[in-house]
């Protein structure tokens, strides 16, 4: 569960988020949507912890994440935008370090390794070099590093970015079995995916919330692309005003 | 404790696994061995000479300590001036880059736990350093005999400045994500450092004394004369503590802005 309350975020002049709100229930998939430079990644940065925000709260099943960072922390596996590994280490060596990392204990650390490293699709290459993996074996690791202290919250930054046909069909599986207990949040620009994978859709721009709905009621009728289009081109940000004056 | 060990682990060994210990290893090595022949064959001319002479009050009052492993010791802390920033400067800037400050901010480790991991990682490779050219010492005792305990404050001294040296390097280090600029950084800080005492030298009064103070030269100068003093020790943790302390602030002040 993640509720996100009146959050904003400025950077100087600019403000990356806008009095943002919304939840993400337990047990489902967020689908978190918006054209670039909308904000996702700044929201996504916040509920991690990693930005602190300029105003607003957030909290992750229960535990606000300025107060109590800390027990978000333990609780969140995160994939970055650019999955966040070190070129020098094994693919094993890596998730045994993340692992120690998030509080793991040692006695604990083999059955989590080998699982994460089965359900990813990683057992073939556990020995070798990060720095040697292909773009969507890196992928999978990043999404390993996530999932390895088997966390109640994910958050995903574009996990199916740069893999093969293949292998997004692997990851969204595997993302849809993750949703059952935990509480998924999913940004992408895929929106088939989207319609595939998630029970719920944010969508952001210019930093404002601009739908939060369950998928089944938005897309009564219509496809997610015209919801997508519909939500970004309306009349929300300074601007579309700055442009209604011109006119 | 066991996330400053996980970080300070894996820290240590992405030097060792890339060539960079090796090659800073070799390059330190190296020169300070040359600089340990170069010192070791001036001395024994001038024993042999002053012998020719057969001037034994001369000869007596020689001195390995003080014509090779003083000298030794300074050389090789000008050497470390120069390799000590290359290997706190990617500490901060290498996991800006690859995005892994990110994993490491978002897990639930202490920013000081972060800093002091890394930290003593590096000082891991420092260290070793150190006290591989300790073995220049052992030849001496070797074949020689120098007063052993002044040579041992002597390297203790060089340690306690590498690690201070260090210190300042992961300070200038977490500043930016640019390598070039935390080695030059560093260089520029350590530099400072070590020739401010030569300011001192013209200055009169109270303001001399500080700046004579904040000379590290001065205060190692001291310990390859063999004198461990309070004083000595109590500058280099000061230095120490200042920048750790200040490194710990400039990563927390991530979640200031």
């Not at chain 1, 991690?48 to 596996?77: K, N």
Request: proline fraction near 4%.
């Amino acid at each position: 569960m993640i509720e996100v309350a009146n959050l904003t975020k400025r950077y100087g002049e600019l403000a990356a988020v806008r009095d943002a709100s919304f939840t993400a229930p337990s047990g489902q998939i967020l689908g978190f949507l918006g054209p670039n430079g909308a904000g996702k990644t700044t929201t996504m940065r916040i509920i991690t912890g990693f930005l602190p925000a300029t105003s607003g709260t957030v909290r992750v099943e229960g535990f606000d994440v300025f107060t109590q960072s800390s027990e978000v922390r333990r609780r969140i596996g995160y994939l970055p935008e650019s999955p966040p590994l070190y070129n020098d280490m094994t693919a094993a060596g890596f998730l045994r370090f993340v692992a120690r990392l998030k509080g793991m204990a040692r006695g604990d650390l083999a059955g989590a390794l080998d699982r994460v490293l089965e359900t990813c699709g990683l057992t073939d290459v556990r020995d070798r070099l990060l720095g040697h993996l292909s773009k969507g074996y890196r992928q999978r690791v990043g999404l390993a590093q996530a999932l390895i202290h088997d966390p109640p919250v994910l958050i995903l930054d574009e996990p199916t970015i740069g893999l093969d046909p293949r292998q997004i069909i692997e990851i969204r599986r595997l993302i849809k079995t993750l949703g059952g207990k935990r509480t998924v949040v999913l940004s992408t620009h895929i929106l088939p995916e989207v319609s595939q994978v998630c029970d719920k859709v944010v969508i952001i721009n210019d930093g404002r919330i601009v739908v939060e709905d369950e998928l089944a009621n938005l897309m009564r009728g219509r496809t997610l692309e015209d919801v997508f289009i519909e939500a970004i081109s309306r009349d929300t940000g300074d601007g579309a005003r700055a442009a209604a004056a011109e006119t | 404790m066991r996330n400053v060990l996980t970080i300070a682990g894996r820290e240590l060994r992405s030097y060792f696994s890339s060539p960079v210990a090796y090659v800073l290893l070799a390059a330190y090595l190296a020169l300070a061995g040359y600089f340990f022949f170069a010192l070791l064959s001036a001395f024994n001319q001038t024993l042999q000479m002053y012998s020719m002479m057969r001037n034994p009050e001369m000869v007596a009052r020689f001195n390995l300590n003080q014509m090779v492993v003083v000298p030794l010791l300074h050389n090789m802390s000008v050497l470390l001036i120069f390799i000590v920033p290359a290997i706190s400067m990617r500490m901060f800037p290498e996991e800006k880059r690859s995005g892994t400050y990110e994993l490491l901010l978002t897990s639930p480790v202490r920013v000081g736990e972060i800093v002091l991991g890394k930290f003593l990682g590096g000082l891991g490779l420092v260290l070793l350093m150190v006290a591989l050219s300790g073995y220049f010492g052992r030849l001496l005792v070797r074949y020689g005999n120098p007063e052993v305990p002044m040579m041992v404050a002597g390297y203790l001294g060089l340690a306690l400045m590498a690690t201070v040296f260090l210190a300042i390097g992961t300070l200038i280090s977490s500043f930016t994500d640019n390598v070039v600029i935390a080695y030059v950084g560093a260089l520029f800080a350590l530099l400072v450092l070590y020739t401010i005492g030569w300011l001192g030298e013209t200055m009169q009064g109270a303001a001399g004394g500080i700046v004579r103070y904040a000379s590290i030269t001065e205060h190692f100068s001291e310990m390859t004369k063999g004198i461990i003093d309070t004083k000595d020790v109590v500058y280099f943790a000061t230095l120490l503590l200042i920048a750790l302390f200040l490194t710990l602030r400039s990563v927390e002040s991530v979640r200031w802005r």
